[in-house]
């Protein structure tokens, strides 16, 4: 179970080196968005995002303290944030990747979402 958690970790560090990295050349290159050179949507990041989301997709463990149902919400605002930062590379790509990207990134999206309220009581 500790190595579970490690990995997820892991990911998570993962794409928050990630962001840091687009955030610093932004600044760096002194443009008012951020140039996702680092974090850019593709089969890559959709990976690492659906191992950083395992948390919140975690239908087997009980959920009774407020701390663990906290930590799903946080993990969700996590994915949101990392949402937020593949918007501007959607910009780049051609018709048939971007269809494919979208196509799975909602397929997660929907997945994590209805995955973490069935748990929480809310579905």
Request: proline content about 5%.
């Amino acid at each position: 179970m500790v190595l579970i958690g490690i990995y997820i970790s892991m990911a998570s560090l993962f794409c928050i080196f990630a962001m840091a990295l687009d955030l610093l050349n932004g600044f760096r290159i002194r443009k008012f968005w951020f140039p996702t050179k680092y974090f850019s949507l593709n089969a890559a990041s959709i990976t690492v995002i659906a191992v950083a989301m395992k948390l919140p997709v975690d239908l087997t463990s009980p959920m009774p303290d407020r701390i663990d149902q906290v930590g799903k919400l946080g993990s969700l605002a996590f994915m949101c944030t990392m949402m937020s930062n593949l918007m501007p590379s959607l910009a780049s790509m051609d018709n048939k990747s971007l269809l494919a990207n979208i196509t799975t990134l909602f397929i997660l999206v929907i997945t994590v979402i209805v995955n973490s309220f069935i748990p929480l009581g809310l579905m």
